[in-house]
């Protein structure tokens, strides 16, 4: 699909504060000709020291109807970017609520699983929300010394809002009467200035949080699970937590701006986001599973405030035992999950496979090898951390040394072998060149020897090739 060519947009937010000390972040496709010494130092220091009182506020996009915010769309989003100038080439945005304590650590995640070819075709977006000048000079420095080539290609982009944008949060409605109202309204005019921001930065735009890690390759999850939707959606969540990892088309985010401003001193972000999806007509939620994105955060940015919240979808798509694994096929007869295909057990990227039915007796998932192989010692590992019985707890591994055909997607081997039998979703069979000799194996077959209650996960199999 081109549309994921330099059209996503990752955005992160975090409240340090009651008040006012909120980051955002948000990731973004863009380059640009300037060199890091040209910013370092003085051009976003100019940018802090800059005067606010005529800048635009909430209130222009909430009286305006949206043919007429177009001569507000350049300037205002020239001044909220620090580093650089507002980007004009479309990437991917992504926003994140930053605290300080974690910040470096989630970004830090974020660019090391991404594969460098594709940071070109990213933005992540950093949205200094605390007035607190001093406080922004020092975290922007701090970014520029531990990411100056992402600054300098600008997939990196610091922004920040001003006092005049956001309306009073004095003598505010009491929705749940809880001493947090001030800092969950002011949070909430922040998510929708970087919606208005990000909005025509790329195609699609993600939510996120300061205290996450992700998966390796998480791009292509994403851009996978996008390419298997048949039917219109809103929003698509890559992990079940608050406001995490929430994908949202851009041309929706002025809607949602709109909409979280018309509330923001009713309910919080993590509510409204599920009312709009529902004014949209989505009438339920779309999650990824398993998750892509885990809140590992124990501090909340609430002083005093504690939550240790886990995604219960989260899980290890990590190999283990990463064994030679010689190209080969993959062939099985279990209905396969979308995203989660028979390759994904062998390949070494993270990912496994994962059927979408109940196992049945005979059922079989089969490696068929492109030229046959003297093999050494296979590792069969079922089930996962977050989906334990998910695992084959009744299967036998066979080797087979012949191939005859392959119709209508099912290999048919013969001659062959039983090497052994999983116990508790796992098999280990090693010494295979002292029982099969010289002889080499084409096919490698799990067959389940009995019904189970319940789908499958075949997280990796490794084969070790003999010398």
């Excluded at 910040?103 to 090391?112: E, F, G, Q, W």
């Excluded at 975290?139 to 982009?157: A, D, G, H, W």
């Excluded at 890690?213 to 048949?230: G, W």
């Excluded at 929430?246 to 909409?259: F, G, T």
Aim: one cysteine or more; charged letters at 25%.
């Amino acid at each position: 699909m081109r549309c994921f060519r330099r059209h996503y947009a990752v955005c992160l937010i975090s409240a340090l504060s009651v008040f006012s000390l909120v980051i955002q972040f948000m990731v973004l496709l863009q380059r640009s000709p300037c060199t890091v010494n040209r910013f370092c130092t003085t051009e976003f220091s100019d940018k802090i020291q800059r005067g606010t009182s005529n800048k635009v506020t909430y209130k222009d996009y909430l009286d305006r109807p949206s043919s007429d915010l177009t001569s507000l769309q350049h300037e205002w989003k020239v001044d909220a970017t620090l580093f650089h100038k507002f980007p004009k080439e479309k990437r991917i945005p992504t926003i994140r609520r930053v605290g300080d304590e974690y910040i470096m650590d989630t970004i830090k995640s974020l660019v090391n699983n991404t594969r460098p070819k594709e940071l070109k075709d990213i933005y992540i977006v950093i949205f200094l929300a605390d007035f607190n000048e001093t406080w922004i000079d020092d975290i922007s420095k701090r970014l520029n010394k531990s990411y100056p080539q992402l600054i300098s290609l600008e997939t990196l982009v610091v922004i920040r809002s001003w006092k005049s944008f956001h309306p009073s949060l004095e003598n505010l409605n009491h929705t749940f009467n809880d001493k947090y109202e001030k800092w969950r309204s002011k949070q909430n005019v922040d998510y929708a200035f970087i919606f208005l921001y990000c909005q025509h930065l790329s195609t699609y735009y993600m939510q996120m949080e300061d205290d996450v890690y992700t998966i390796s390759n998480y791009l292509k999850v994403i851009k996978e699970y996008i390419s298997t939707m048949t039917f219109p959606w809103t929003c698509l969540e890559f992990s079940e937590l608050g406001f995490i990892g929430k994908l949202y088309h851009s041309y929706d985010l002025e809607r949602l701006a709109k909409m979280v401003l018309l509330f923001y001193e009713k309910q919080p972000c993590d509510f409204i986001y599920l009312y709009f999806n529902t004014l949209m007509l989505q009438f339920q939620r779309i999650i990824h599973r398993p998750t892509i994105f885990q809140h590992v955060g124990l501090k909340s940015s609430l002083p005093g405030k504690v939550q240790p919240l886990k995604d219960r979808f989260f899980d290890n798509l990590e190999k283990t035992y990463k064994g030679d694994n010689p190209p080969a096929k993959l062939y099985t007869n279990l209905v396969v999950q979308s995203s989660f295909t028979p390759e994904s057990a062998y390949i070494l990227e993270p990912g496994y496979f994962w059927s979408q039915s109940n196992g049945k007796r005979g059922d079989w998932f089969t490696v068929v090898f492109d030229d046959p192989q003297r093999v050494e010692k296979i590792i069969i590992d079922t089930g996962s951390r977050e989906h334990p019985t998910d695992k084959i707890e009744h299967g036998k591994l066979q080797a087979s040394l012949s191939l005859l055909s392959i119709e209508q997607s099912q290999p048919k081997c013969t001659n062959d072998i039983d090497l052994g039998y999983l116990s508790g979703g796992f098999l280990k069979v090693d010494n295979l060149t002292s029982i099969l000799r010289s002889f080499r194996i084409h096919c490698l077959s799990l067959i389940l020897t009995a019904n189970q209650d319940w789908w499958i996960i075949i997280k990796e199999i490794a084969v070790f090739v003999a010398d």
